[in-house]
């Protein structure tokens, strides 16, 4: 593999890895509230059509951002609503929100699957473009691509250094001590879950506008859950879900630079990489049972009631 | 204000009538969607809940797939009850057709009509190893069932892509992703003359009855439903919860896999990328809808068909699209969980004690 191709297969590996750590990040937030939410495979479809469609009708990939970070925030809005105020099982009531997204965006998107998107932008670090091989690897990145970056060190910042973030984990530890020091448990788990959704909704819009730019019925392709899988692999934490992400990015990116290569391994094989490393991943994290309780928001799944 | 508080017993009447006011509400939502879509809503939902009911042809294409919706969601029935969330049975299902159509393509001419049992033995047999997969890295890993079975499910897809692109591709199939047609003698038998409904009707009943006992009057069946509700007891009492994750997974795993050999050994009668057709997930609401009650399933697998049915024919008659059979699907397990809240809870008027 030379320089050039190894730049190019970064550069892949940081796109791909932006879908997983974007829709992560947004389920570490309310996991660290205590709210498991296994919608996230719905809410990305249904951003991911909400996203295409605006974009579609309005020429502009923000205004498509936006439809999907609304999208996503409205369903985890219900998904909420549900399983905070109704207390209503949050394995089930996750799974119907995938279920039901799934459908929702195939109807949806119907009108779709023949339309395309105005051209593509291209992007390029002013000074960093032109540098050789950094500039292929990282200098023409969409910009949602450093914003992730960006995005998991705040939240890592905000998690352990700020009075919200203390208050959001005290939440997901012991919502009875939170609730009995007067803080409102159901509106701040309500708030996480709503941004949990925002963030699988910019993940998804990313997913149809940027990562795959068109719309193909159930093109997220698991992406929600190895992004719910990532959460444990990261110990819910922001840092560790984007080396989880770029490491899931990278391997699915390998696929391609095997079959450029001319390995000869029919493509479905390949296909399955992803998904093999993630169930890799989940069991070497998960052998030792102690560290995932130490580490994971000890009211996680768990249902409460003032 | 309106406050939500716990009931002494859960309520028995709502526990029967919860699924009914949900499908009440998919039908009303149904109605306006039609309504927003230019569509006579009554004509529509005439579609989905009496046409499939009206002639000896659509009865059995309704039960045809009911078959795959009751098997399936019996399994899963086991396993919720358990307390397991093994939700990748598309995944069992998918290698149960595999193992299915891989004997079945052994058939010749010459082969009696007995071949159709190693055929659909193999088809649970592909499923439970499937789900197998899943039992073991629970029990020596604790990895998540949920997210195992369901990222198994597009390994099952891949590798049913791979073998009809690739080496279980018919020769004179004009390059088209299928394996060859099955012989007779792997077909599952019809029950009447011109009908497609076969013996899988009648293997999905007596497995209904089956569960039944195994549920509600046997020991493990006990064992593992007390391990779901209470860990600590069961612990307590003795009962493996190892043993339980096994039956639960096999069980449904096995469940699946069956109905998958049934349906390429039944109505599609070859293997193509299309077997997949959501009946595993599907049966997720089905399990959910019927109460994880064996009869209760009879009843949701026929309603969740006339779903599919009803999607079928608002597409051939009014040109909308058979997606709106997911959304209906979803839409129904949405609000039911919003009613089975009242089961356990009730609503009071109190005087504003906010939540602060």
């Known amino acids: 593999m030379n320089a050039e191709s190894l730049a190019l297969l970064l550069a892949a590996t940081l796109n791909a890895g932006t879908v997983v750590a974007l829709a992560s990040l947004g389920l570490i937030i309310n996991e660290r509230a205590g709210v498991l939410n296994l919608g996230a495979e719905g809410m990305m479809l249904v951003a991911a059509i909400a996203g295409y469609a605006a974009s579609v009708h309005t020429g502009s990939d923000w205004v498509g951002f936006g439809a999907g970070v609304l999208a996503g925030a409205v369903l985890a809005v219900v998904f909420g609503w549900l399983v905070i105020w109704l207390n209503t099982n949050q394995y089930a009531t996750g799974l119907a929100l995938s279920l039901f997204g799934a459908g929702l965006s195939a109807f949806a998107g119907i009108a779709y699957t023949q339309q395309r998107l105005a051209e593509r932008p291209h992007f390029a670090v002013p000074g960093l473009a032109d540098v050789p091989f950094l500039g292929t690897a990282i200098g023409h990145q969409h910009p949602l691509v450093y914003g992730t970056i960006a995005l998991a060190a705040a939240l890592a910042w905000w998690l352990t250094r700020t009075r919200g973030g203390l208050v959001l984990r005290a939440v997901g530890e012991s919502p009875e001590s939170a609730h009995a020091l007067g803080y409102p448990v159901r509106r701040i788990r309500l708030l996480a879950v709503a941004a949990g959704g925002a963030l699988c909704g910019l993940a998804g819009a990313y997913i149809s506008l940027v990562y795959t730019p068109l719309w193909v019925e159930g093109m997220v392709a698991g992406k929600g859950w190895i992004a719910l899988a990532l959460t444990t692999f990261a110990t819910w934490r922001p840092a560790r879900v984007l080396l989880g992400a770029y490491l899931f990015g990278g391997v699915t990116m390998l696929q391609f630079q095997l079959q450029g290569q001319g390995v000869q391994i029919p493509s479905q094989w390949l296909t399955m990489l992803p998904y093999l490393a993630t169930i890799l991943v989940l069991v070497l994290i998960s052998r030792n049972p102690i560290w995932i309780r130490i580490n994971m928001p000890a009211s996680l799944g768990k249902p409460f009631q003032p | ?356």
């Open chain 2, 1 to 356: 204000m309106l406050r939500l508080e716990p009931r002494a017993a859960p309520s028995k009447a709502l526990t029967l009538l919860s699924p009914l006011i949900a499908l009440g509400i998919t039908v009303a939502v149904g109605a306006a969607l039609f309504l927003v879509l230019g569509k006579d809503p009554l004509l529509a939902l005439r579609l989905f809940f009496v046409e499939p009911l009206k002639s000896a042809y659509a009865l059995s294409e309704l039960s045809l797939k009911a078959t795959p919706l009751v098997l399936i969601a019996l399994g899963l029935s086991a396993c919720f009850r358990a307390n397991l969330w093994n939700i990748g049975a598309e995944g069992q299902f998918i290698l149960g057709a595999v193992c299915a159509g891989g004997v079945a393509m052994h058939a010749t001419p010459d082969t009696g009509h007995w071949f159709v049992v190693p055929v659909l033995l193999a088809g649970a047999a592909g499923g439970m190893a499937w789900a197998g997969i899943v039992a073991a890295l629970r029990d020596r890993f604790h990895a998540s069932e949920i997210l195992v079975s369901l990222m198994l499910v597009y390994v099952a897809e891949m590798f049913l892509s791979y073998l009809v692109y690739g080496p279980w591709k018919d020769p004179a199939g004009y390059n088209f992703p299928q394996t060859i047609t099955f012989l007779e003698a792997s077909r599952v038998p019809r029950l009447f003359a011109g009908l497609r409904v076969n013996w899988g009707l009648v293997i999905a009943l007596v497995a209904v009855g089956g569960f039944a006992v195994f549920l509600f009057r046997s020991l493990p069946g006990f064992q593992l439903q007390v391990g779901g509700l209470a860990p600590a007891a069961a612990r307590y009492a003795g009962f493996s919860s190892r043993k339980a994750l096994w039956t639960a997974l096999l069980l449904s795993g096995g469940m699946a896999g069956l109905a998958g050999a049934l349906d390429v050994a039944g109505p599609q009668g070859q293997l193509t990328p299309y077997v997949p057709m959501g009946y595993g997930f599907a049966a997720i609401i089905v399990a959910f809808v019927g109460r994880l009650n064996p009869v209760g399933i009879v009843f949701s697998a026929i309603l969740m068909s006339m779903f599919y049915i009803g999607g079928e024919m608002a597409q051939s008659r009014l040109g909308l699209p058979k997606a709106l059979t997911g959304v209906f699907q979803g839409l129904l397990l949405f609000a039911l969980l919003a009613c089975d809240t009242f089961i356990h809870q009730r609503l009071r008027w109190a005087r504003s004690r906010h939540e602060r």
